[in-house]
């Protein structure tokens, strides 16, 4: 993708983005490249401000540059009645947060129902485009019916995103497909109208009930793979197997296919943990369980911990030892820390004694707040964050790896050796190849592979 080449304006529409999150951010100013006038809405003052001076709330290649570059096209608000009255599209993508039971918190979504209710002043097409429970477009459709207050028509849609934080100005832009879930011709036709400057890429009608599946089903899908091939490299350390072959071997089946075949320390982010957990709710909810789905979950939970079973091998505990942490999201390329394996393993090592120093060439200072919000003091004075991976490494006794930022997979045994008081790496995303540890005096452990050293 070329953000700074234009695409040609299509016919355009009046579009209006509720929820500038990842999903509601990269759909609007996606949507302003392809030629619509979009208007982002958000209850968030500060958020929308921000973005107004031409800034983006979060961290995504290419989205600021492409906010800025369509700058005459994209409007952002806090005012619900401007921002609804006169759209003819209307997106959701606000936030579904995972309840204690598991169970998808709706709240959001049908908040904006009712404002959007209230609001329009002419015939449109509300689509939810939040990843939500089979049958919320049918209670969307409900509220907006129940509260509008003008003499208009509003059709309901499911259009699902599926953008990979990261790469989610790319996923949009290029989708490997456009699911749209319609019960009418005319709704169709709108969004067909809306994607229609996204070249190249199939659209998929469906009925509502069935796209909102999609969604669920893909994300299960690819949760459960990664599940799969962790049990997989698990089993390959205890038979002496090496998991990247064997996931070399599978990949070359048109079958499976060689992607998410990555063995590590589990699936983190707003999709993979908030979605399994929501289909199996959704499953028990109507007396049935998914077993692969409930296995996927309890898997990726006991995978965190990984690592940190591997340290007894070399320290019955960490009590008095100093430990790095390199990478604190979930993924490289984001600043995003929902779920990541940090978040339950760094207080683990505090708790076991350990001081922790911690590296994230982004997401330092969000996992600090949130460190702030939930930890004790004792725990808050047992970390320290640094701003460089020599000067975390340095006087070390060991390092654990939970992000594989180029950053990372850039060092060299003799950076770790130079700087720790004992090389002992336990990498959780398999970042080098094994033998450029050998003969180096470095202990290094991975996912699935030999231990080195």
């Not at 992607?259 to 983190?268: C, D, H």
Request: net charge negative; glycine share 8%.
């Amino acid at each position: 993708m070329n953000p700074q080449k234009k695409i040609k304006p299509t016919n355009s529409l009046n579009i209006t983005i509720a929820g500038t999150g990842y999903v509601g951010l990269c759909t609007g100013v996606c949507m302003a490249h392809t030629g619509h006038n979009v208007t982002c809405v958000d209850i968030d003052e500060q958020k929308i401000n921000l973005m107004k001076s031409g800034k983006s709330p979060i961290y995504e290649e290419g989205l600021e540059e492409l906010m800025n570059l369509n700058k005459e096209r994209l409007t952002f608000t806090t005012d619900h009645a401007m921002a609804y009255q006169n759209a003819d599209v209307i997106f959701i993508g606000v936030g579904t947060p995972e309840k204690k039971d598991g169970s998808a918190n709706l709240s959001y979504v049908f908040s904006v129902a009712k404002q959007i209710a209230h609001n329009v002043k002419k015939d449109c097409v509300v689509v939810v485009k939040s990843t939500v429970p089979i049958g919320t477009n049918d209670k969307v459709e409900n509220i907006i019916k129940s509260e509008l207050k003008e003499q208009v028509t509003v059709h309901v849609a499911s259009n699902p995103e599926f953008l990979s934080q990261g790469t989610a100005v790319r996923d949009t832009l290029h989708a490997s497909r456009i699911v749209i879930g319609v019960e009418n011709e005319y709704s169709e036709n709108i969004l067909r109208q809306a994607y229609e400057g996204f070249s190249d890429v199939p659209i998929i009608v469906t009925n509502r009930r069935s796209a909102e599946m999609i969604k669920y089903a893909s994300n299960d899908f690819l949760a459960l793979k990664i599940s799969y091939i962790n049990e997989i490299a698990n089993l390959c350390e205890l038979i002496g197997a090496d998991i990247e072959e064997v996931a070399k071997g599978m990949g070359f089946d048109d079958r499976i296919g060689n992607k998410f075949l990555r063995a590590g320390i589990g699936y983190g982010g707003s999709c993979f943990p908030k979605d399994t957990k929501a289909l199996h709710w959704l499953a028990s909810f109507h007396d049935y369980e998914i077993k692969t789905i409930k296995a996927a979950i309890e898997v990726n939970e006991q995978q965190k911990f990984k690592l940190f079973k591997k340290s007894r091998k070399y320290y019955e505990n960490l009590e008095g030892l100093t430990v790095a942490v390199l990478g604190l999201t979930f993924k490289p390329g984001t600043d995003d820390l929902r779920e990541a394996p940090s978040l339950v393993n760094v207080p683990l090592f505090v708790d076991d004694g350990a001081r922790v120093k911690v590296w994230d060439p982004i997401g330092s200072g969000t996992f600090k707040k949130q460190m702030e919000r939930e930890w004790n003091k004792e725990l808050l004075e047992n970390v320290k964050y640094c701003e460089t991976i020599e000067s975390t490494l340095l006087g070390t006794d060991i390092c654990f790896i939970f992000t594989e930022w180029p950053e990372v997979k850039a060092l060299t045994p003799k950076d770790f050796i130079t700087t720790m008081n004992r090389a002992i790496i336990l990498d959780g995303r398999n970042s080098y190849d094994l033998n450029t540890f050998i003969g180096t005096g470095v202990i290094y452990e991975s996912i699935g592979r030999s231990v080195i050293g």
